[in-house]
């Protein structure tokens, strides 16, 4: 259902459409500076391994930032939740080290326990937030402060693709002081264009979403599947997904669909193909004809000259030669849109979901008995 209204209510909206100049502030001044003198402490410590941690969207993004660090810094990286860094931290965590933890909020549960269980074994920690005076900034070596401040919406939009978006700028910086200018101004040029793809993107989509929606309405179950930095996509895809329409919604990388998952496919499925230009591309389009064969619905999100497009009930075209690091900011937004329309379509609040229902709030009251914010609408905004 494509919504019409000439003013739109809802945080979220608002948060989409101004995800671009909230990475064009992340290119000036005070960010930019700022990123370069967390990348001058980085290359003077000289860490032989970084540890990137986040929950829920920021988990996600983490994704990307491992990816980051690895192909342009050459600092091998890993992805972590959270809670489970924090109790189960790996034997290599110590002073030639470096945790990135990424909290929209800074105040996510867990936060402060894998801040201090890092400092303890000395390494340098991190924090990639947008609130400067929350307790994870507070807690950390350093931080990364994004734009944009406080969300009053549930879904992380604007803040998730900043996040990485920051990071990708770290990485970069990093790069250029170890030795690698030339890959490092390259990915350069493409952030400092990214931020007017996305909005040409943004403009284009948007009034494109509400038909995929309405095709999309009957749909039962949702299987995303991804590969490399774009596992963030299909994790963060399915997770609007889930929460915006009634149908259920989960993401595989494309080998696990494949040995598994699919046998679950049935009439009602939608198979999500995140397939951006990259080593596994074909293998991902093979494994979405594979699927549509079956007789599941098949929608591929790929820009329009990619081979094997014809056998996709849907198509999702994206900006071409965009490096596959990059895609992750521009191919989670065709999902905020649909699942935009799709709750407006089942009649959900796009900013709170469920997230107002008493019963939801006692759920987390019970999770965290001690704490005020659940008496609050914005109370679940942890990530």
């Given at each position: ?6 003013e ?11 995800t ?30 970084a ?55 800074g ?6 326990r ?29 931080t ?43 990915y350069?040029e ?42 963030s996509?299909?994790f ?77 009930d ?12 990059l ?27 469920s ?29």
């Amino acid at each position: 259902m494509l919504e019409t209204r000439a003013e739109r209510p809802y945080s979220i909206w608002d948060s989409i459409m101004r995800t671009p100049e909230m990475l064009e502030a992340c290119l000036a001044e005070p960010i930019r500076g700022h990123v370069e003198e967390v990348a001058d402490r980085l290359a003077e410590l000289a860490p032989r391994r970084a540890f990137c941690a986040g929950t829920g969207s920021s988990n996600y993004a983490s994704i990307v930032h491992a990816s980051a660090l690895e192909k342009l810094a050459r600092l091998p990286s890993s992805w972590h939740t959270t809670s489970e860094l924090g109790v189960y931290p790996p034997v290599d965590m110590g002073s030639e080290s470096v945790l990135i933890l990424t909290s929209h909020s800074g105040r996510t549960m867990g936060d402060l326990r894998v801040v201090e269980r890092a400092r303890q074994r000395g390494a340098y920690t991190i924090g990639v937030t947008d609130i400067p005076d929350s307790p994870l900034a507070q807690a950390v070596d350093d931080t990364i402060i994004g734009p944009g401040g406080r969300k009053t919406e549930l879904p992380a939009t604007r803040t998730y693709t900043a996040a990485m978006f920051r990071v990708l700028q770290l990485a970069s910086s990093l790069a250029k002081r170890l030795d690698d200018a030339d890959v490092a101004t390259t990915y350069d040029e493409d952030l400092r264009e990214l931020p007017h793809t996305l909005h040409r993107f943004l403009d284009r989509f948007s009034t494109q979403a509400g038909s995929y929606a309405d095709t999309l309405a009957d749909v039962e179950r949702y299987f995303v599947i991804g590969a490399g930095p774009n596992m963030s996509t299909a994790f963060e895809g399915a997770l609007v997904l889930l929460q915006s329409t009634d149908a259920g919604g989960q993401a595989f990388h494309v080998e696990e669909m494949l040995h598994g998952p699919i046998q679950a496919l049935r009439p009602g499925a939608c198979v999500v193909a995140v397939a951006a230009p990259g080593p596994l591309q074909e293998r991902i389009i093979q494994c979405a004809r594979a699927c549509h064969t079956i007789g599941a619905s098949v929608l591929i999100i790929a820009p329009e000259d990619t081979p094997g497009l014809r056998d996709a009930d849907m198509h999702i075209s994206m900006p071409a030669q965009i490096p596959e690091l990059l895609t992750p900011m521009l191919y989670i937004a065709p999902f905020w849109l649909i699942g935009y329309q799709s709750a407006l379509a089942t009649d959900r609040d796009p900013d709170n979901l469920s997230r107002n229902k008493e019963a939801f709030k006692s759920a987390f009251r019970l999770l965290m008995p001690r704490d005020p914010r659940f008496d609050r609408p914005t109370a679940l905004d942890e990530s």
